[in-house]
């Protein structure tokens, strides 16, 4: 991988870093306890629970994609960058700039 692509995949990262930290606060009011002076029927209060329920777990997925970004971003300048954790071999660049959070090269992925 050359110094191009990685300064590309760099900016995908950091671009999808910047994506999910703007997600997870909004996840993170979403999922905010509703407080009980707030006069709502039943089928709503339902409705709520089912969707904070639905958020939480968006955050949670989106929270450990945020830990994963953040690993790759810290290891761009090692020689761990963009193998692949299964069978060390390289990962393809376009895979990392569709995914940049793939630790895994396509064949590994798809076993």
Request: aromatic share 4%.
């Given at each position: 991988m050359d110094s191009k692509e990685k300064e590309e995949i760099r900016m995908a990262i950091e671009e999808k870093v910047n994506e999910l930290t703007s997600r997870i606060k909004d996840l993170q009011e979403a999922t905010k306890p509703m407080g009980l002076d707030?006069?709502?029927?039943?089928?709503?209060?339902m409705d709520y629970i089912n969707n904070k329920t639905?958020?939480?777990?968006?955050?949670?997925?989106?929270?450990?994609?945020?830990?994963?970004l953040q690993r790759w971003l810290s290891m761009i300048d090692t020689d761990?960058?963009?193998?692949?954790?299964?069978?060390?071999k390289?990962?393809?660049?376009?895979?990392?700039?569709?995914?940049p959070e793939s630790t895994h090269c396509i064949q590994c992925a798809s076993r």
């Open positions: 707030n006069a709502v029927g039943r089928l709503s209060r639905i958020d939480e777990a968006n955050l949670r997925q989106s929270e450990s994609k945020l830990k994963a761990k960058f963009g193998k692949c954790s299964r069978c060390n390289e990962i393809n660049p376009k895979r990392l700039l569709f995914m």
